[in-house]
């Protein structure tokens, strides 16, 4: 068994930040690749930001800049701080993460989605 706990959207205005967190947990050996992905209303799910089990990170060119990908690995837990939120951003976040399972099986797992909102 293994969840994926997202926590942190919410309403913010234009200009406004938000930090989203993703605590994993279950019958986890190692967690690699961990990741942010959002999709608005009538578009699909895309890329914001990974990082990966080392540190280095990849972001989406629409939040370079903006957005801030880190990780506590002892916590099993992946972060996303997003500043100067633009209306654009609004979306459900999702987090996901590359598992080896106890069961030595590599899996990709799904948090249930965050609703972030960015208006005035």
């Known amino acids: 068994q293994v969840q994926l706990v997202e926590s942190g959207g919410g309403l913010v205005q234009p200009g406004g930040s938000l930090r989203l967190s993703c605590a994993a947990s279950?019958?986890?050996?190692?967690?690699?690749?961990m990741g942010w992905y959002r999709q608005a209303p009538g578009k699909q799910r895309e890329l914001v930001a990974q990082i990966t089990s080392g540190g280095v990170t990849n972001y989406a060119d629409a939040v370079k800049g903006r957005f801030t990908i880190s990780r506590d690995n002892a916590k099993n837990t992946v972060y996303l701080r997003m500043n100067s939120l633009q209306p654009e951003d609004t979306a459900v976040y999702y987090c996901?993460?590359?598992?080896?399972?106890?069961?030595?099986?590599?899996?990709?797992?799904w948090g249930q989605g965050t609703q972030v909102t960015v208006s005035s």
């Open positions: 279950g019958n986890i050996l190692r967690i690699n690749d």
């Open positions: 996901k993460a590359d598992l080896l399972l106890i069961n030595y099986l590599p899996v990709n797992y």
